[in-house]
């Protein structure tokens, strides 16, 4: 599930996306309202947890935006001001949620999750050969046995069977798991695909190098 957060604490940002990464999360974190407004422009979010007081413009006129783009994409609005207006406000311009800080992390956990549960546009089974991964309830099997997969291996696959026997470059990969990741190199990509080769021997399917470009997954021969 990807989670873009916008808080600009950096302490409170670091914090929080460690510990919604600790719940199979994947983040991405930026600190002002300019950079929040492009992200969500650019990537696709399961949710958008956003601060209200950001540099840039603040947390009300991003999710304005947002709506006026026609988005759905579900907002859970931070907010330091224990202030009723600031609530009333936030929810009327289209957020979905909002947490009073300081909150529970477990408390934003359940929040993030049941308005992602909200929102699944995309189907919840995504299934090749023997292998089948439960996009919503994040379980992968091969058969009837569970196969374990890392946050990354299970972004690179997700994204690798939505585009089954269709070329897909390492870049493109990287662009769809991360967005904002400049830590993540072509080279980890040739990684986790090796990691996840080995995983799927018996799946009934293979990636297959597109050599100088990337890789394909398509049914075994
Ligand atoms: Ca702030």
């Given amino acids: 599930m990807h989670v873009l957060l916008v808080e600009d604490d950096s302490v409170l940002a670091d914090g929080l996306s460690r510990i919604l990464q600790g719940h199979g ?21 399961a949710v958008a947890v956003l601060d209200i007081g950001l540099p840039g413009i603040d947390g009300f006129e991003v999710v304005r935006r947002l709506r006026a783009r026609g988005s759905a994409t579900p907002v859970l609005l931070l907010t330091a001001r224990d202030a009723v207006e600031d609530r009333v406000r936030g929810l009327e311009t289209g957020a979905d949620d909002y947490l009073v800080k300081p909150f529970a992390t477990a ?14 546009p995309t189907p919840t089974v995504l299934a090749l050969g023997q ?9 992968a099997r091969i058969g ?17 069977l939505q585009h089954a026997a269709r070329v897909v470059s390492k870049q493109q990969i990287i662009d769809a798991i991360l ?8 080279n980890a990509v040739e990684v986790y695909v090796s990691r996840l080769r080995l995983k799927l021997l018996d799946a009934g399917i293979a990636i297959r190098t597109i050599r100088g470009f990337g890789y394909m997954l398509e049914p075994a021969a």
């Fill in 25 to 45: 999360m994947l983040v991405e974190v930026v600190a002002d309202g300019l950079q929040a407004d492009q992200a969500l422009q650019r990537g696709q979010f």
């Fill in 107 to 120: 408390e934003l956990v359940a929040r993030i999750r049941a308005l992602a549960r909200r929102n699944t």
């Fill in 179 to 186: 967005p904002w990741g400049d830590d993540l190199t072509l």
């Fill in 131 to 139: 292998l089948s991964l439960d996009t919503s309830a994040r379980r």
């Fill in 144 to 160: 009837e046995r569970p196969l374990e997969l890392s946050v990354r291996e299970w972004a690179v696959l997700e994204y690798l």
